[in-house]
C-alpha cells in the first residue's frame, strides 16, 4: 500500500516532469524520488513514466494513479484541516485575480462575514495562472477569476458577467474620437497587465484574431500604475470597466468605444474537483450568486 508521502512525491514528478524539480520542491534528496518512483512501479506493477527528451512524460498507468493520488491526499489534507479546526472557527482560504480583488472581494468577504461570522477567511489575490497553479496545490479551497482556466482538474461556473475597457489620456489623439476601429490600435503603444493575467490574456487574443499588431510598453499588475501611465499619454490601456469608473467620471482617462468589438467577459467561480466541497465553500458560492441576482 503507497504512502502518503509517496503519493506526494508521484504526483510533484508528474507535475514539475523532473525528478531533480520534484526534489528541490520537497526538500528531498534526488535518489530519495527516484527511490520513491521506483516503489512505487514496483508494487504496481507498471511503468509510470517513460524519458522523452529532458523530461518524463506520464504513461496511461501513471496518469490513473495521479488522478487518484491527488484526491487522496485532497481528502487527507482536507480531514487534517478539519481536525485541526473542530472547536475552531471554519477555515476558507479564497483566491481572486487582481480586477476582482481590486473591486469586489473586500465587499462579497465582508457580507460573508456578517453572515457567517464562524467562517475564517483568508485570501490571496493574484493572476489566474498563479491561482490556478494554487488549486492544483491544494493551497486554495475556492476562488473566482477573470482568466480562462486550462487544467481539467479544475471545475469552472461563470457567475458574473464584466466588460474590458480601451482608455486613453486627455493629451491621447483618441481622446477626441468618438469611437475608435480595430485598425486604429495598430502599432499603438499598450500599457499591458502581466503575463498570466485573465484581462491581458483576453486583449491579446482580440488583437491576434484581428492580425492587429501592437506594443507593450509598460507591464505591470497594479491598475494604479496603467491608469497613472495612461493618465501621463504614455500609451493606452485596457482594464475592467470597473476598475476605470472613479477615474473616468473625474476625468483623468478617458473610456474609448472600439467599433464592432465586444470585449465582454465573465467573472468565474472555481475549485479543484479532488477537493471536498465543505460547507464554507457552499457559503461563498451561494454569497457570489447573490451578486449575480
Known amino acids: 500500500m503507497s504512502t502518503l508521502k509517496q503519493l506526494k512525491t508521484f504526483i510533484a514528478v508528474a507535475e514539475y516532469k523532473k525528478m531533480s524539480e520534484a526534489a528541490r520542491r520537497l ?5 530519495t524520488v527516484s527511490q520513491i518512483i521506483s516503489d512505487l512501479e514496483t508494487e504496481y506493477r507498471a511503468r509510470l513514466f517513460e524519458r522523452v527528451s529532458r523530461e518524463l512524460k506520464i504513461t496511461p498507468a501513471g496518469l490513473l494513479l495521479l488522478n487518484n493520488a491527488r484526491e487522496i491526499v485532497a ?9 485541526q479546526n473542530i472547536n475552531a472557527l471554519r477555515p476558507l482560504r479564497v483566491g481572486a ?14 457580507k460573508l462575514i456578517q453572515k457567517f461570522p464562524d467562517i475564517d477567511v483568508t485570501v490571496f489575490v493574484d493572476n489566474t495562472k498563479i491561482l490556478e497553479h494554487r488549486m492544483m496545490h491544494n493551497e486554495l479551497d475556492i476562488a473566482l477569476v477573470e482568466g480562462i482556466i486550462v487544467r481539467q482538474e479544475i471545475l469552472t461556473e461563470p457567475v458574473l458577467e464584466d466588460s474590458l475597457c480601451l482608455i486613453c489620456g486627455r493629451k491621447h489623439p483618441f481622446a477626441c ?3 475608435v476601429t480595430m485598425e486604429d490600435l495598430r502599432h499603438q503603444d499598450f500599457i499591458m497587465r502581466e503575463k498570466g493575467s485573465g484581462t491581458r490574456a483576453i486583449f491579446e487574443n482580440i488583437m491576434l484574431t484581428h492580425h492587429i499588431p501592437f506594443v507593450t510598453k509598460w507591464e505591470c499588475s497594479s491598475r494604479c500604475a496603467i491608469i497613472d501611465a495612461v493618465r501621463h499619454n504614455l500609451g493606452l490601456g485596457v482594464l475592467s470597466e470597473r476598475c476605470v469608473t472613479d477615474y473616468v467620471e473625474t476625468g483623468d482617462v478617458i473610456v474609448c468605444p472600439l467599433e464592432n468589438v465586444s470585449m465582454k ?4 467561480l472555481c475549485y479543484n474537483q479532488c477537493h471536498p466541497v465543505t460547507p464554507q465553500m457552499q457559503d461563498f458560492a451561494d454569497m457570489v450568486h447573490l451578486i449575480e441576482e
Not at 75 to 83: P, S, Y
Not at 97 to 110: A, K, R
Open 27 to 31: 526538500y528531498i534528496s534526488q535518489p
Open 75 to 83: 481528502i487527507h489534507d482536507h480531514l487534517d484541516q478539519a481536525m
Open 97 to 110: 485575480t487582481l480586477t476582482i480583488g481590486n473591486t469586489l472581494m473586500g465587499s462579497l468577504v465582508e
Open 177 to 179: 474620437k468618438p469611437s
Open 265 to 268: 467577459r465573465y467573472f468565474y
